[in-house]
């Protein structure tokens, strides 16, 4: 945010109908507010704030049917459609692990929510909305023609708040997360030693919270036979064998709240401009190659053998979005996603930062 005086929530809806075809989160930086803080100057003027219960929210949307989920961040954005189903409730964390809806959530990050409805010409768009305490947007769920509408009507009402003024307190950004040092003092014999007995992915982040190492910290250390640096056009790359192969990848894409996941075959690779776009049936992804800094491919051991995984970071360390091949647990890695993965073109490792 800048420092210059915020619109009042009459400017803001004002700027909202001059500039109609806009983005939410484009007009938000142009006005120097955040999202939420655009969304929740329309309070009483087509925006509903909602409590964020995130458990109630999960399960409230199975009777909602299909929906398209939308989890992004500032170079990626990962849209599915499909129902939310098979929801694991939690406080601490929260799934849902439909077969095209997969998230991984993390409710304490959620503290705003809307919804929201806003008229496209002759339609009436509906949506679910939910943001960080710094008015980023974390998750958001868009009504499709095929919605029970009248099960979304109820889910709002039993969420909406007491508290409907247009406008919202918003925190100061929130750190950098993962992509910041954060004063560690381990020594790359450790790391190594570590990362050698490990048996799950899932144990990585852990590993990672005990040497206090980012991610990318990480796999600069570590050594070429765990993680080794890629072309910035590896990503591209791997799409288009992906799509000609039919082979099915997971992809995934997240924030601090919820990193959202697609398992299967991509189809359609459209490039435009700095954008690499997959536009199937049931997954859009739009991704911003210019904002991709580095490209690692990073081996992780598992009880079922390594698997590799495709890794791509901003400027600042931040993860912007991740793939591996297809797998189940107790399944050994694909052998076609780690040919993929072994023979993108490589350049030079950085030294360690």
């Known amino acids: 945010m800048d420092q210059r005086v915020k619109p009042s929530p009459d400017e803001i809806r004002r700027a909202r109908e ?13 006005l120097g507010i955040s999202e939420a803080e655009l969304v929740a100057a329309h309070c009483g003027h087509g925006a509903v704030r909602i409590e964020p219960r995130v458990n109630d929210v999960l399960t409230g949307l199975e009777a909602v049917g299909e929906v398209m989920a939308l989890t992004r961040n500032e170079s990626a954005v990962h849209e599915q459609i499909g129902v939310y189903d098979k929801v694991v409730t939690g406080n601490h964390n929260a799934m849902v692990l439909g077969e095209n809806i997969d998230l991984r959530i993390f409710p304490k990050v959620w503290s705003h929510g809307f919804g929201v409805e806003r008229r496209d010409g002759g339609e009436i768009r509906r949506s679910l909305q939910f943001f960080d305490a710094s008015g980023e947007a974390v998750h958001k769920v868009h009504l499709r023609p095929a919605s029970n509408l009248s099960a979304y009507q109820k889910l709002v009402a039993s969420l909406e708040s007491s508290n409907q003024e247009p406008g919202v307190a918003i925190a100061s950004s929130a750190p950098e997360g993962e992509g910041e040092a954060q004063g560690s003092v381990a020594s790359i014999d450790d790391l190594r030693d570590r990362w050698s007995r490990l048996t799950d992915v899932h144990q990585f ?51 601090r709240g919820c990193i959202q996941i697609h398992s299967g075959p991509i189809k359609s690779v459209k490039p435009m401009g700095p954008w690499i776009n997959v536009l199937d049936e049931t ?18 051991p598992t009880k079922d053998g390594h698997v590799t995984s495709l890794e791509a970071y901003d400027a600042k360390g931040g993860m912007v979005i991740q793939f591996f091949g297809k797998r189940h647990e107790g399944e050994g890695e694909r052998e076609d996603w780690r040919f993929l993965a072994e023979n993108l073109p490589r350049i030079p490792s950085p030294t360690a930062a």
């Open 283 to 300: 997954f859009h992804l739009h991704l911003r190659t210019d904002h991709i800094h580095e490209v690692w491919a990073v081996r992780k």
């Open 18 to 30: 001059d500039n109609s075809k806009m983005r939410e989160r484009d007009l938000a930086a142009q």
């Open 205 to 255: 982040f852990g590993m990672l919270k005990t040497l206090k190492l980012s991610r990318r910290e990480a796999v600069r250390m570590v050594g070429q036979d765990y993680a080794w640096l890629l072309d910035n056009d590896a990503v591209g790359a791997m799409f288009h064998h992906a799509a000609e192969g039919e082979m099915p990848i997971m992809c995934f894409v997240g924030n």
